[in-house]
């Protein structure tokens, strides 16, 4: 029996192998090969996008996620999380748009992801944040592949600002590049402690995604360089079963409150202890549109980030979160309460 959260991470393994082979033999499709919309149909997704002063991103993410081929059902929900740009008429007169919720106040990523959802009607849920532009394929991908038992994550190529049209960000041509994304090319400068705990004396470049086999030796708490399986887990493009995001309690709001992320490593480290794998997908990799502030914002989420990472440490000393959906629904359903909830 385990008794802590940290102690569940270590009795789980990674090993999606046989998932994959069954999905291929089904479809006669590879893993990580794109998706022929014709394979999505009868297949439905919702996708939260939570939304904090995006009006430079918000139309470009909105419009991929208009142009998807695919012919499964796609609910979007935006949650602006208390704005004070024009993200939420962005989103409100955006037809890709079922549901606006606009949060009364400010309450961070993990909350607003929770609003969504609650309020999402697909068994599974794609997180997608309000800067990242999908290829056409990837909510074909995801469907197709969803599982009761997998966390499928996708990947990021980050694009720094390049103002186009009414100011928004352009996005670059072509495909985005898995190799950009972090957690395929990692690098170290050394000298300080990291995530894992470890402190590297020399500069290190590492792939963990390529170095673990797609994350597979990364169960039972094991780790590469400063990489371990909850750590992978990055909503910036994340799907996950609804139900199993809502047993765990979804993400933990106080996050929000300490400073900034983690919310989605611990969510990560929760699904992986009530018996998700976590599968990447390498086809869906989205250009990550940076604000014109860029620099600026990362060194003030970085400011916040060892506050957070040690109440995620505190966590894991937590009983593994379980059972927790009815709890889950009275929170969410109190802060929607206060919001205003647009739906066409």
């Known amino acids: 029996m ?8 270590t009795t789980r393994p990674n090993d999606h192998s046989k998932l994959r082979e ?65 993200t939420a008429e962005i989103a409100a007169a955006h037809p890709v748009v079922d549901t606006l919720v606009r949060l009364p106040q400010q309450s961070g990523a993990a909350a607003a992801r929770n609003a969504g959802t609650a309020l999402a009607g697909a068994d599974t849920v794609v997180f997608l944040d309000g800067d990242m532009v999908l290829p056409p394929h990837a ?15 996708g990947f990021r190529h980050n694009a720094p600002y390049s103002p186009g049209r009414d100011g928004a960000a352009r996005v670059p041509e072509g495909s985005a590049d898995l190799a950009a994304d972090h957690r395929v090319t990692w690098r170290s400068q050394g000298g300080k402690q990291m ?5 590297l004396d020399r500069p290190t470049t590492g792939s963990p ?3 673990t086999d797609d994350f597979q030796k ?16 990055v909503t910036a493009l994340m799907a996950a079963p609804r139900e199993k995001v809502l047993d765990v309690g979804g993400f ?31 086809q869906c990799v989205g250009f ?7 620099e600026a914002q990362w060194q003030t989420k970085l400011a916040g980030w060892p506050s957070t990472l040690a109440y995620y440490r505190r966590l894991l000393d937590d009983p593994p979160p379980h059972g927790r959906a009815g709890a889950f629904r009275t929170a969410a359903e109190q802060l929607l309460s206060q919001s205003k909830v647009i739906s066409r």
């Open 288 to 294: 990550h549109l940076d604000p014109p502030d860029a």
């Open 2 to 9: 385990t008794h802590t959260l940290a102690q569940a991470l």
């Open 139 to 153: 909510l074909a991908d995801i469907a197709v592949r969803s599982h009761p038992d997998a966390v499928l994550v």
């Open 195 to 199: 995530y894992t705990g470890i402190v």
């Open 252 to 282: 933990d709001p106080v996050f929000g409150l300490v400073g900034w992320g983690m919310e989605d490593t611990h969510l990560g480290a929760a699904l992986i202890a009530a018996g998700c794998l976590v599968v990447p997908l390498r």
């Open 22 to 86: 069954e999905f291929e033999a089904r479809t006669g499709l590879a893993w990580h090969a794109p998706t022929p919309a014709p394979l999505a149909a009868g297949h439905a997704v919702s996708v939260v996008v939570p939304a904090r002063n995006t009006a430079h991103s918000l139309g470009p993410v909105l419009d991929a996620l208009g142009a998807q081929d695919t012919t499964g059902s796609i609910e979007t929900i935006v949650v602006d999380d208390a704005s004070a740009d024009a």
């Open 209 to 211: 995604l390529n170095d």
């Open 218 to 233: 990364l169960g039972h708490g094991a780790t590469h360089l400063d990489w371990d399986l909850p750590r992978v887990v």
